[in-house]
């Protein structure tokens, strides 16, 4: 039977790459690349072959190995695995680049700041402080071979083969043997004694003020190049002097270096290296140091490098996200760092993150996450869209908190594209007739407009006719100026999707309508979107051909490609609304809506021009956009509110910067509720959401117009105005007769956006029924408030700081 002996060397986990070696040290090591069989991660493998007759330097290498493998610090060089035999010695350690090498490297791709050379040599000599200092241990060979630099850019401390103990132990110092090595030796030992030398830590201090010259000029000469201190910085010069002076005692310590570089003006005192430091010990600190530290991370980033960024900065970002209580400060970094990561390491790191932070209910990670979708949507798949991310943004829809509502309908600009049939076709235009029908904020209705016109090529056919028309002739009704020109640009953006019929019989009517608008920046619009449907009309009376080329994507599947005119109306439905409400805040709630003059881009095609830059306006009373049903229960929707309100959505303190104040829009709200006999007429989003079936469909409501009725206090007359003429005129106002009729029709009620009857009015029983389930409710609101009045009168009452049980 014959026995075959196992080679050690085809067992060993780890293999070298078929690359050509990459040096090593000076002395018997070379440096190979390799990676681990089991998993391919890359490492490096330094190996020595052993060679008869050269006892003294394999033993040096076994004492280098024994070293390296007891040695354990963040800037000494990982060791992973060894292997020893009889011919070669292998030692892995983690994947790294010699520093001459990733210096000539980084010189071609334009050079290292002063910000990594600061954060390289302060690792270093935080190692050297170590082994000095804590393990009384003599490096004996700092120089440039010695250090090596990983994947973040960290600096790591190796070539151990020449330590010895300062205590005496084991002998002294051994010989290197190598010449490259000898010029890095100080002068004090030239005779070869040592007997000169008065601190331990002298001859290593020599030693890195010869590094830190080849750093900033290249490799050594000779050593009387060190007397000119070349391209070091000047703020580092005076402490290199000390580190190269002739007398040895003059020569700092290791850790006393460390704090003369980090004082105020120093070499090392910098963001980079605080940065650093913080994240070294970041697990240790407190909560509140934490917060603070990543709110600031974000304005240093692009000053890091990118290497940095990806290997050191990102994992304690995600640790921090996983299992810290960082929230959403962490997002703007995490995005920002990310833009460095390529298509396969995004969707393995960023992902997962952004996929379970949609599922928070802190108000403020959701606002920012909506905020900065557009850095990670093309990252998303459309399941993981539709069914991991789509549920918990449409809870935005019926947030209490204004700006999360606002944020939330410009972030389905991005959704869009990915969204299935019966999210994007059902569920969103059901959340989009109630916020355009029933939101309070004026802001909030137009930008649902402006983001129905954006979307509405993605729509289906069948949705399209059944939306598009209905959902602009509603906008063109609201009494928030911005709104109506909202509308009237929303048809003309959408201009390819309807019929010559619609153009005829349901467009143009509403349009014309606009023609008389109080507001000169609606009848403006409304003229020209006029002309361009009539252009349209001619041209197909004219030659009855090219009716099937016009009405070609009408009944056409949805299609990115048929948003054309949408894409040059997005400027300002990007622009000039996406910051309408953060406008209306800062304004005066209750301040009269101004006139906009405001530059006007041209628009090809004879398409209306973009919308003006928006200014705010008082918001619509919430009553005026209610749909008037018969028997609601006013207590039931009540309770629903208070339910609302209560709903823990997480502290809003941490987002101060983000969010909008909660007050300005609590006052903004009173405000517009101000004249109202009770705020039980204010239904909540729940209450919406609940009767979605009676209250929220599109269906159409035409009533008959309501006589006209003086215009309330304080309204301005359309002669009040000054249209543009230099000075305000004194004639009739042709506008003056239609003004109050304008007010009271801009009461809308929330038309549904479904089938439209555009050939009939209804009849006159239907308005009777509205008005009897009006008066019962005026009924029921007033027994309700007469008994609130009675328990109130016999609780009696109340001392302060207590509270009365019934």
Known sequence: MWFFARDPVRDFPFELSPDPPEGGPPGPWVLHRGRKKATGSPVSIFVYDVKPGADEQTQVAKAAFKRLKTLRHPNILAYIDGLETEKCLHVVTEAVTPLKMYLKERAEAGGLKELELSWGLHQIVKALSFLVNDCSLIHNNICMA?????????????????????????????????????????????????????????????????????????????????????????????????????????????ARFLQNCRAPGGFMNNRFVETNLFLEEIQIKEPAEKQKFFQELSKSLDSFPEDFCRHKVLPQLLTAFEFGSAGAVVLTPLFKVGKFLNAEEYQQKIIPVVVKMFSSTDRAMRIRLLQQMEQFIQYLDEPTVNTQIFPHVVHGFLDTNPAIREQTVKSMLLLAPKLNEANLNVELMKHFARLQAKDEQGPIRC??????????????????????????????????????????????????????????????????????????????????????????????????????EVEKDVHAASSPGMGGAAASWAGWAVTGVSSLTSKLIRAHPAAAPAETNVPQRPTPEGLPAPAPTLVPATPAPPGAWETQEEGTDLAEDSSAADRQDDEDWGSLEEAEAVLVQQEDWSAGGQASRAGQTSSLDVKSPESDWSSWDVEGSWEPRWQDPSPPEPPPEGTRLASEYNWGGPEPSDKGDPFAALSARRETGAQLRPDSWGDDNWEGLETESRQGKAELARKKREERRREMEAKRAEKKAAKGPMKLGTRKLD
């Open 146 to 254: 010695a250090v090596f630099v990983d994947r973040a850019g960290e600096w790591k401390l190796g070539g151990l083969d020449y330590m010895y103990s300062s205590q005496g132990n084991g002998g002294g110092p051994p010989r290197k043997g190598v010449p490259e090595l000898e010029q890095y030796d100080p002068p004090e030992l030239a005779d070869g004694s040592g007997r000169a030398v008065r601190e331990k830590w002298s001859a290593d201090m020599w030693r890195l003020g010869c590094l830190i010259w080849e750093v900033f000029n290249g490799s050594l000469p000779r050593a009387a190049a060190l007397r000119n201190p070349g391209k070091i910085p000047k703020s580092l010069v005076p402490h290199y002097c000390e580190l190269v002076g002739a007398n040895p005692k003059v020569r700092p310590n290791p």
């Open 447 to 548: 930008n649902t407009t402006v983001c129905l016109g954006k979307i509405g090529s993605y729509l289906s056919a069948s949705t399209r006719h059944r939306v598009l028309t209905s959902a602009f002739s509603r906008a063109t009704k609201d009494p928030f100026a911005p709104s109506r020109v909202a509308g009237v640009l929303g048809f003309a953006a959408t201009h390819n999707l309807y019929s010559m019929n619609d153009c005829a019989h349901k467009i143009l009517p509403v349009l014309c309508g606009l023609t008389v608008d109080p507001e000169k920046s609606v009848r403006d619009q409304a003229f020209k979107a006029i002309r361009s449907f009539l252009s349209k009309l001619e041209s197909v009376s004219e030659d009855p051909t090219q009716l099937a």
